[in-house]
Structures are given as structure tokens and as C-alpha cells.
């Protein structure tokens, strides 16, 4: 098991001014989410203590099995208080479903994104008004 967990590609991060944005897998480990806690932690406190996150959901969630990305966006809860909004960009629409429940859940403005809205995703995070989808 030890060599698996090696061959795992860990999570990506990096910040933008007050924009963090984080490439991660549907399932991880829980290494794999602790060790993106505390990068988010950094990243939160280089950017002065808020910021606004976007993630890419790195594969597709498959239909029916919300726990996978609830698992992994468990973190983020740790974080809330310092998140403004976030928004997840993502392959398959019945994500939108799952983000929306987690948003409910979580306290933290969220909005989901298709991978080709990925503009309008940034756009949103800086404060811009979008036209509805």
C-alpha cells in the first residue's frame, strides 16, 4: 500500500493575489486532503487572511455518488471562515447538484462551473455579475 500512495499524483495549488486555485482528484487520500488543508492554510494566510477559491475537479465524479466529493471538499470546512466564495469547475453536470448541496451544508458561497466555463468561473470569483446559465 505505501508504494501506491506514492505513485499518487498530490493536489496542486497556487495563488493568485486573493485567488487560490487547487487541481485535485475526486478521491483522495486522507494524507492527500490533510496535506491540501494545510497548503490552503498557507495560501489563506499569504493572502492576508480571505481569499476565493477555484477548484478543478481533476475526474468525473461518478452519477449517483456525492460522497466522493463531499469526502474530499471536507477541508474546506476547517477553512469557511476564511473563504469568500468558491467556485468548482467540473466534467459532469449532475455535479452542479452535489455542489449546490454542499454549499447548504457547508455555509460557503459556491457555484459550479462546466470545464468550458472555466472564464466565466474567474470572472464570477472577482465579483463580476454573469448573465444567467
Given amino acids: 500500500m505505501v508504494s501506491a500512495v506514492k505513485q499518487l499524483k498530490p493536489p496542486e495549488i497556487r495563488r493568485f493575489g486573493t485567488i487560490v486555485t487547487v487541481n485535485f482528484f475526486d478521491r483522495m ?7 491540501l488543508s494545510r497548503m490552503l492554510g498557507r495560501a489563506i ?25 463531499f469526502d474530499s471538499l471536507q477541508f474546506l470546512k476547517i477553512h469557511a ?8 469547475v467540473g466534467y459532469n453536470p449532475t455535479q452542479r447538484t452535489y455542489v449546490g448541496l454542499f454549499s447548504l451544508f457547508s455555509g460557503i458561497e459556491i457555484e459550479y462551473f462546466e470545464a468550458a466555463e472555466t472564464s466565466d468561473a474567474v470572472r464570477w470569483l472577482q465579483g463580476q455579475t454573469l448573465k444567467l446559465r
Fill in 29 to 35: 487520500l486522507d494524507a492527500q486532503t490533510r496535506r
Fill in 45 to 69: 494566510a499569504e493572502a492576508g487572511g480571505s481569499v476565493r477559491l477555484l477548484l478543478s475537479v481533476a475526474s468525473v465524479i461518478p452519477s449517483g455518488s456525492p460522497e466522493a466529493l
Fill in 81 to 88: 471562515e476564511h473563504i469568500d466564495r468558491i467556485a468548482i
